[in-house]
């Protein structure tokens, strides 16, 4: 289940693309983070039982969606996953599931549209994001997602120097595999010679601030969930460095709202794109 059919989602103002992992009767609907794309599911996807489809969406300004255009944002990526959700759901019920910057979505859907969804599950986010009152948020983007935000300005000559640029991740390289060679391979578009990511500065800037400064919102947003939910959270963070994403103390704030798993051994890419993927399927 891990090549999948690129179809296409109508929205307001244009199209989005949806990679389609298998194809049983029972369906899951998943976000990505915020340089990724839908292809980053796919070895989730591989792992899941032959019955179910998994609907990773492109969201608005990345993969296959990079020329939608916005609004970006969090409530907007999150109405696109419920459009998914109706689209291809059939009526019946929908797992939800996002990664990092897809898990704000995801729960903002969940929370938006409860009848949509049969369960929840977050994935290294969702939680709301320490963050300094005065601080300013693009200095606090930069800090925490420097190289993956340096990389959408840069060009390479061909994709063997776009995987190179990854392999040297502290958090990918190490953990190298074909499912994260097929996400690094999806990202890239333009001619010969000038390939660059398909991910837009500018949406990753507006969801980034958004993470951020709407964190009373995300907190209130647990707290509202109906949906049964649960969260998976890694112990180590985007340089392959303890701590995670989600600091111990933020878990247990929230664990009353929903049910929490670490996941050893693994940070917050390899969650999703290592051998923790067998985790999420």
């Known amino acids: 289940m891990n090549k999948p059919v690129e179809l296409d989602l109508p929205v307001d103002g244009g199209t989005l693309r949806v990679l389609r992992f298998g194809g049983g009767p029972r369906v899951a609907v998943a976000a990505h983070g915020i340089t990724a794309s839908g292809m980053s599911f796919s070895g989730v996807a591989r792992q899941l039982p032959d019955d179910w489809s998994l609907f990773a969406v492109d969201l608005r300004g ?7 255009p916005g609004p970006y944002g969090i409530e907007q990526h999150a109405a696109d996953v419920c459009a998914a ?19 704000y979505v995801a729960l903002r859907a969940a929370v938006r549209r409860p009848g949509l969804f049969s369960r929840l599950l977050l994935i290294d986010g969702g939680l709301p994001l320490p963050f300094p009152e005065g601080a300013d948020p693009d200095a606090v983007l930069d800090a925490t997602l420097g190289p993956a935000i ?20 502290p958090a990918l390289g190490p953990y190298w595999s074909e499912d994260i060679e097929a996400y690094v391979r999806y990202d890239l578009m333009g001619p010969a010679g000038e390939l660059r990511s398909r991910a837009r500065e500018e949406a990753v800037r507006q969801d980034g601030r958004e ?12 707290t509202e969930l109906t949906v049964p939910a649960h969260l998976l959270y890694a112990p180590r963070g985007l340089f392959d460095a303890a701590p995670g994403m989600l600091p111990e103390p933020l878990v247990r704030q929230f664990a009353g709202h929903l049910t929490v798993e670490e996941v050893p051994d693994c940070n917050h890419y390899t969650i999703l794109m290592g051998e923790a993927a067998g985790v999420v399927a």
């Open 85 to 103: 959700a109706e689209r291809w759901g059939g009526g019946g019920e929908v797992a939800l599931t996002g990664q990092s910057m897809g898990a």
């Open 211 to 222: 993470l951020l400064v709407l964190n009373a919102e995300f907190a209130k947003n647990v």
């Open 62 to 68: 990345r993969g296959g969606s990079t020329g939608t």
């Open 150 to 169: 340096a990389r959408l300005a840069m060009t390479y000559p061909d994709e063997a120097a776009y995987v190179d640029f990854f392999q040297a991740h």
